[in-house]
């Protein structure tokens, strides 16, 4: 099976750096995505990490551990506009779908 | 420009009548799949498809059915809707290759009385 755990809620102040972290257990590992989502509306693809190592787009970046199934996300220069959901989810070696986590609800306070 | 739509955006509808929900994409991707949002549940995998003819049972895909007739719908129906199934459906799509980016629809909101 698979289950991939996130924390439900982090609070950051505008500026800030934030991370949000991810672990995962599954079997035939391919790689570890993370989406966001605003209130109301659909999932959007921010980040992919098949290997391990940091990942960097602009101010957001995702890291990846597979020998520690570990990942997270971070951000950087937190804005009013990220705040939002965020999802972690993993793909595997043997079909093309994707399992998602339950989601990290971020809050960036003025 | 490419896209993914659902219709309908909102349904209301009675417990034990069918329903169909549609999506439709024209990024001529291979790989379709639907998912159910809840709170504190995240996105939960319900059929999947890997192309014309091909679909695959998700995590949560009882009551629920797909086919694939074409590269560009996938339909997902409840068969007999039940209050459980009151949820926001999400439609998404993928090329299927390398880092398999979902692409998603704007969601279904479906409410069963």
């Known amino acids: 099976g698979q289950s991939l755990e996130q924390p439900s809620e982090v609070t950051a102040v505008e500026g800030a750096i934030v991370q949000i972290n991810c672990t995962y257990q599954?079997?035939?590992?391919?790689?570890l995505s993370w989406y966001q989502q605003h209130d109301g509306g659909a999932p959007t693809f921010l980040s992919y990490n098949a290997l391990d190592g940091l990942e960097e787009t602009g101010r957001f970046s995702s890291f990846l551990s597979r020998s520690d199934s570990y990942g997270y996300l971070l951000l950087q220069e937190l804005q009013m506009k990220d705040s939002a959901s965020y999802f972690c989810a993993v793909s595997t070696y043997n079909n093309n779908d994707m399992r998602f986590g339950a989601g990290t609800r971020l809050t960036v306070k003025p | 420009d490419a896209e993914i739509t659902q219709s309908p955006r909102h349904k209301i509808t009675e417990t034990g009548r069918q329903v169909t929900l549609a999506c439709h994409q024209t990024w001529n991707h291979n790989n379709m799949f639907w998912y159910r949002q809840d709170l504190g549940h995240g996105l939960r995998l319900i059929h999947y498809s890997y192309g014309v003819q091909d679909t695959n049972k998700g995590e949560v895909s009882d009551g629920y059915s797909v086919s694939r007739s074409n590269t560009e719908d996938l339909p997902l129906t409840l068969e007999s809707a039940a209050s459980s199934q009151t949820s926001v459906y999400f439609c998404?799509?993928?090329?299927?290759?390398?880092?398999?980016?979902?692409?998603f629809g704007a969601g279904s909101r479906l409410t069963v009385l």
């Open positions: 998404a799509s993928s090329e299927g290759s390398g880092a398999n980016v979902l692409t």
């Open positions: 599954t079997s035939g590992f391919y790689g």
